[in-house]
């Protein structure tokens, strides 16, 4: 299982080598981090607090369109 | 750059993350409590806690409040931790990692009102920031939704909001520029909290109102129109609280009743954005430059580089900005990262492999049903339970479990091995909106070996313990009544087939100003062929009439410097004088042709970014047309850059604001105009400081940075009158003493009187406003327009630079009047979007799309002639003409199904067997 997940993470085994570091996991981090590696990079993401999500998870609704922030 | 080595340092979580499942049996036992940081510390957590209800990654972990870490007390986590998931000897570790690139999405911090003793904001328990009220409003937040005061935990009826809570202003410990995002969130709130409690009366004590984003106009109109609803124009102060009631009150002036003081329940400070706190450690760790403000600095012409080779900024760091912004900033930022690390791309990244797939079409249905609690979100409402019991006695169904949240990590993983352990083939989980999950439960099936449209969500939660969260005892009925239904149509899905689609490497990029030319230049640097495509004779669009910018800019240096990078880019191919006269074709394989130049071509790519920017409209108001002396503002850059004296030589010029724009006609505001002539004012002044200058506003928009420059014209003795769009300024030739003017007359609502001014030159802040020929080519590409005929993105916050339409991205002010950096930094970012498609061999598309049964054809056309992505095709057959859907091109979205008169055409996944197996579920009683 435990290397399932590491494909899903996109980690290769060798080492603490990548090619970008994302510094922040909040939306702005988050999207970075996928594009970057949906083009084929591999991404190291840091947040500082327990969760990824920044300060948009904290927000209940967005505007213009009261979607839902989380 | 090229090679960082970095240090970090992780910190204990004092849970082993493996081992955690998120059950927070460890937080009922946790006898500590305090201020949960997420809901801002309005209400207590437990010292072991997990972070919020949806956090990634959905495992727990102790605060510094622990009596084990404090006192070497407790430990009673420990022993009620069935996965034996706790370790409170963790320690902090040091890891090194090597990388080549470094994006600082590092955000923004919330300014801090308890520094200003004004605001009561610490002192008074009613008084609360725009971020606390956030939480109060959430469902998840301190009070599950409810908005209550914290002084008495009853409902404030009568609420304040105070805007520019630390922003424009330049006394010490506030920010002299705008936050740009507090007057939108506001109006937010404000009609969040009407939808909370319909009788609330709320006021907005405002400045200038900044709704100058993409449908910002409209949404500040709404929430101002709402019952009880008051915008007041004032500078406020909170002045005293009733020791008693704990009522706050208001200090206020308006022009007609002059200073009052009103009494409210709650007061929200609508708090701006500061840099991250550690602006400065950031800084001195990665070698960047900052603002005077903290912010990172960076190019005008590239909002994304930072000072420091090979580290990049997007989202807040680089200056107040929405989600939007950060959004496109984000992918802007990948794509200048793949720029810099193209020739090793893929190198250090893995395939993910599933296992192959085993054929259960021949067995007889095996339904597995999970039940999410979603926290409390359901399991609040719903018996979970009994719900589970239920599920069980369904017809088929041979497996049933509750889950606290199916969506987390260790439950997905959880469906996989149960779907192999009980040899499940069906699958439903009755949780939320498919539109967020699907994917990723359909993936846990994948895992498991089974197709994955052998998955079928029920919604219980939107569709059920949301809506009806007061009745339980009927949502646990109705949540069974809805996962019956889910259990029937499981029985009737098919196993559909994905498509692999190879995709062309090259991109067209329509429109050939700074917008257009950034995207193609940043694409081609990762060895893309760009088609670009100029309906001018010269590149450069609308940029070609801009001179300066407040930030410095030599506007046609840049865009000389910029057309010469294209002209002699080896794999950007310039179109001009070109028109698209044929888009066919569909993601990673469009065909487009053109006439141009070059004659006609036909193209083919795989990626299409249009970047047809915007025109300008023509004033009918205010002898605009009739009296030279009446000039657009783009008419009067151009003539201070020709250093015409008629323009520099004046003595007193007025500039009327708004002209064309947020009327009926045209209800959106043009976002750049009052920057542009608060630039145009600086510069005249700069030539003539002798000049009076008058500019004549509705609300001055300088958002963001902006502001400053608005301060500075006003220091520099630029006179900036208000007036009401009821009452616009008039504007009529006259006689000044002798001297021929433009006499403009209007009411001045500060000092309470008509004016009339003497001008030399009247300048008019002339609309942004769409091309006329975006129809064609929303049509051409098959991608839609919004209200404004701008063109209208995938998704406002979340895809801002996609086209609903795959493969189409959106950049620059043919998305909405944006200025020069802005229309950089979206560039930058349709690229980086593009390069997701681009960079990969193959694109996948969905195996549920429309087929025709082709003996119940007639061939009538109706499916052809609603199908907005043009899927439909007739081919001649031996029995007459017949639809064919192109599943590459198909969205599924099942127009066709209802029209066609004969049943022939249907929607894979949504045949009318599996339907109406629901709707007989749904009448059947169990």
């Known amino acids: 299982m435990e290397t399932e997940t590491a494909q899903l993470l996109k980690i290769p085994a060798d080492g603490n080598y990548g090619d970008v570091m994302v510094l922040g996991g909040g939306i702005s981090g988050i999207q970075a981090s996928l594009d970057l590696a949906t083009a084929g990079y591999k991404v190291y993401l840091v947040e500082k607090s327990p969760a990824i999500g920044g300060h948009m998870s904290q927000l209940d609704k967005t505007y213009p369109t009261n979607d839902c922030s989380m | 750059m090229g090679d960082f080595q970095v240090t970090l340092n992780r910190k204990p979580r004092y849970v082993i993350e493996d081992r955690c499942t998120g059950c927070t049996t460890c937080v009922e036992y946790c006898p500590v409590e305090y201020p949960d940081q997420f809901n801002q510390e309005i209400s207590e957590n437990k010292a072991v806690h997990i972070f919020f209800a949806q956090a990634i990654p959905l495992i727990a972990y102790i605060d510094e409040s622990c009596l084990y870490l404090k006192e070497k007390k ?62 109060l409003l959430c469902a998840t937040g301190p009070y599950e939704g409810e908005i209550l005061r914290a002084s008495d935990r009853k409902h404030p009826h009568k609420i304040a909001w105070i805007q520019c809570v630390g922003s424009r202003r330049v006394t010490p410990g506030d920010n002299s520029y705008c936050s740009a995002v507090c007057c939108s969130y506001t109006q ?13 009366k709320l006021t907005v004590f405002h400045n200038d109102i900044r709704s100058y984003g993409k449908d910002f106009e409209r949404y500040y109109q709404r929430a101002e129109e709402l019952s009880d609803v008051r915008f007041i124009r004032s500078y406020t102060t909170v002045s005293r609280e009733d020791p008693e009631t704990k009522n706050v009150f208001v200090r206020y002036a308006t022009a007609d009743d002059g200073v009052q003081e009103e009494e409210f329940d709650m007061v929200v400070l609508s708090v701006g954005l500061n840099p991250p706190a550690d602006y400065q450690g950031l800084a001195d760790k990665f070698g960047i430059e900052l603002t005077e403000h903290g912010f990172c600095l960076a190019s005008p012409t590239n909002p994304i580089e930072t000072t420091s080779p090979g580290v990049y900024v997007c989202g807040a760091f680089q200056g107040p900005m929405d989600i939007p912004e950060s959004v496109y900033t984000a992918s802007g930022a990948g794509t200048q990262c793949g720029e810099l690390l193209n020739y090793r791309r893929g190198e250090l990244t893995r395939e993910r492999v599933y296992p192959a797939e085993k054929d259960v079409s021949q067995e007889k249905p095996k339904i597995g049903v999970f039940v999410c609690h979603c ?22 169904v041979v497996y049933a479990q509750e889950q606290l949240f199916s969506c987390a990590t260790n439950s997905a993983r959880e469906i996989t091995d149960t779907i192999k352990e009980k040899g499940l083939n069906r699958v439903v989980v009755a949780a939320c909106s498919p539109r967020t999950l699907e994917p990723l439960f359909r993936d846990t099936l994948r895992e498991a070996g089974l197709n994955q449209y052998y998955y079928d969500m029920a919604n219980i939660r939107e569709h059920c313990s949301w809506c009806h969260s007061k009745e339980k005892e009927e949502s646990t009925n109705k949540a069974q009544d809805i996962i019956r239904m889910s259990v029937a149509r499981a029985g009737h899905l098919k196993p559909l087939q994905e498509m692999d689609l190879p995709v062309n490497k090259a991109a067209l990029v329509v429109g050939g100003g700074i917008a257009g030319m950034t995207s193609a230049l940043s694409m081609a640097n990762q060895g ?17 009439r801009l001179h300066y910018t407040l930030d410095g800019l030599d506007v046609q240096g840049y865009l000389d410097g910029l057309v010469r990078q294209v002209y002699r880019h080896p794999a950007i191919h310039v179109y001009t004088n070109a028109e698209v006269t044929e888009a066919t074709g569909y993601v990673g394989n469009f065909v487009t042709k053109l006439s141009s130049d070059r004659g006609p071509s036909e193209i083919k790519h795989g990626a299409t970014v249009v970047a047809v920017g915007v025109d300008v409209y023509t004033p009918t108001e205010y002898l605009y047309g009739q009296d030279e002396r009446v000039l657009t503002h783009l008419e009067l850059e151009e003539r201070i850059s020709q250093g015409d004296e008629a323009v520099t030589g004046a003595q007193t010029l007025v500039m009327i604001q708004c ?62 009158i208000r007036y009401e769009p009821e009452n616009p300024p008039q504007v009529e030739a006259a006689e000044e003493e002798g001297r021929p003017v433009l006499q403009v007359s209007l009411m001045d609502y500060v000092l309470g009187q008509e004016l009339a001014i003497g001008a030399d030159i009247v300048t008019l802040a002339a609309a942004v406003i769409p091309r006329e020929d975006n129809k064609d080519i929303s049509q051409l590409f098959k991608v839609s327009l919004g209200p404004d005929d701008f063109f209208k993105e995938a998704h406002v916050k979340l895809r801002p630079v996609d086209f609903a339409t795959d493969g189409v991205y959106l950049c620059g002010t043919a998305h909405y009047p944006k200025h020069i950096p802005e229309a950089i930094n979206q560039a930058y970012g349709a690229a980086g979007r593009a390069l997701t498609l681009l960079s990969n061999d193959i694109v996948t598309v969905s195996g549920s799309v429309c087929e025709v049964a082709e003996d119940r054809c007639m061939g009538c056309g109706a ?52 339907l109406l197996s629901q709707i007989d579920a749904m009448s059947a009683t169990a």
Do not use: W
């Not at chain 2, 923004?108 to 003793?117: A, F, H, Q, V």
């Not at chain 2, 937010?188 to 609330?200: G, M, N, P």
């Open chain 2, 188 to 200: 937010k709130q404000v009609i969040l909290t009407k939808d909370h409690d319909a009788d609330a």
């Open chain 2, 375 to 396: 926290g409390s979100n359901i399991g609040r409402v719903v018996d979970v339970p009994s719900t589970v019991e239920y599920a069980l006695s369904l017809p088929n």
């Open chain 2, 863 to 914: 499916c052809a002639q609603v199908c907005t992505y043009g899927a439909i095709e007739f081919r001649k057959t031996k029995k007459g003409q017949k639809a064919v859907v192109n599943p590459v091109i198909c969205k599924g979205d099942g127009l066709c199904n209802a029209k066609c008169p004969t049943g022939a055409i249907f929607l894979k996944h949504f045949t009318d067997d599996e």
């Open chain 2, 74 to 135: 407790c430990r009673i986590c420990e022993n009620v931790c069935k996965a034996d998931a706790i370790d409170l000897g963790q320690k902090a570790q040091k890891m090194e990692i090597k990388v080549a690139a470094i994006v600082l999405a590092t955000g923004y911090d919330t300014y801090d009102p308890s520094l200003k003793n004004e605001y009561g904001y610490g002192r008074m328990t009613n008084v609360v920031t725009s971020m606390d009220f956030e939480r």
């Open chain 2, 528 to 544: 893309h062929e760009i088609h670009l495509v100029e309906k001018e004779n010269d590149l450069g669009g609308m940029a070609r």
């Open chain 2, 659 to 720: 002209v064309g724009c947020r009327n009926k006609d045209r209800n959106y505001c043009s976002r750049v105009c009052c920057s542009e002539s608060i630039k145009n004012a600086l510069k005249l002044k700069e030539i003539n400081p002798e000049m009076d200058i008058y500019i004549l506003f509705r609300d001055i928009r300088t958002y963001g940075m902006l502001e400053d420059y608005y301060r500075e014209a006003s220091a520099k003795d630029v006179k900036f």
